[in-house]
């Protein structure tokens, strides 16, 4: 059974950083891209960041650029997004997603599988 399972979030002030992780089971997903979204309360998913499969090629959300950097070990099978100086905008559940493809993606409808999400509150 495939998991993607999504840690790292919490309560942060505005100005601070968080790190999430999302760690993939049940299949390696060499030549996946991964990404992740985000989604407030009462607004729609919304397309964060993207990685290639070898981490070489980076995708942003123009809201987010500068500030978080993705990133992924795939000998741990494990995607990173490390985020700085975080706004109360940025609250909202993150989710970590993966799909088949080589080609870096922000539409949601293309990713297969979806982690549970994590919880991230900035505080003003």
């Known amino acids: 059974q495939v998991q993607l399972v999504e840690s790292g979030g919490g309560l942060v002030q505005a100005g601070g950083s968080l790190r999430l992780s999302c760690a993939a089971s049940g299949r390696t997903f060499n030549r996946y891209i991964m990404g992740w979204f985000r989604q407030a309360l009462g607004n729609e998913r919304e397309f964060v960041a993207a990685?290639?499969?070898?981490?070489?090629?980076?995708y942003y959300a123009d809201s987010v650029k500068g500030r978080f950097t993705i990133s992924r070990d795939i000998a741990k099978n494990t995607m990173y997004l490390q985020m700085n100086s975080l706004k109360p905008e940025d609250t909202a559940v993150y989710y970590c997603?993966?799909?088949?493809?080589?080609?870096?993606?922000?539409?949601?409808?293309?990713?297969?599988?979806w982690g549970q999400g994590t919880q991230v509150t900035v505080s003003s």
């Open positions: 997603a993966a799909a088949n493809t080589p080609i870096l993606q922000r539409s949601a409808e293309v990713y297969d599988y």
């Open positions: 990685i290639s499969w070898t981490g070489g090629s980076k």
